[in-house]
């Protein structure tokens, strides 16, 4: 059984950092995609960034490029997402998610991923 087990959330003041995990077991994303998304209280979710193995393409989010990156530890079998400059405008609910199949991957940030994590809160004061 896939699982996709998220850690690392917490509170934060506003330009601080955090760097979340997302340990997947069960199964291996090695030509698949891996991504991080967000919701927050009354919106719906959204895509923060994504790494698509086997395409060869990392993706971001408008809102995060340049503070958020994406990376993952192959021999770990884990994604991480290191957030730099954090605003209260980040504050959600972070989950992760992955799939393997191409045609949902090459458009991983508009998340219509298979496999989904519990999620981990991120919480960023002013």
């Known amino acids: 059984q896939v699982q996709l087990v998220e850690s690392g959330g917490g509170s934060v003041q506003a330009g601080g950092s955090l760097r979340l995990s997302c340990a997947a077991s069960?199964?291996?994303?090695?030509?698949?995609?891996m991504g991080w998304f967000r919701q927050k209280p009354g919106k719906e979710r959204e895509g923060v960034a994504a790494?698509?193995?086997?395409?060869?393409?990392?993706y971001y989010a408008d809102s995060v490029k340049g503070r958020f990156t994406v990376s993952q530890d192959n021999a770990k079998n884990t994604l991480y997402l290191q957030m730099n400059s954090l605003i209260p405008e980040d504050s959600a609910v972070y989950y992760c998610?992955?799939?393997?199949?191409?045609?949902?991957?090459?458009?991983?940030?508009?998340?219509?991923?298979?496999?989904w994590g519990q999620g981990t809160l991120v919480t960023v004061s002013s």
């Open positions: 790494i698509w193995f086997g395409g060869g393409f990392t």
């Open positions: 998610a992955a799939d393997d199949t191409p045609r949902r991957c090459r458009v991983a940030l508009q998340g219509y991923l298979e496999v």
């Open positions: 069960g199964y291996t994303y090695s030509s698949g995609c």
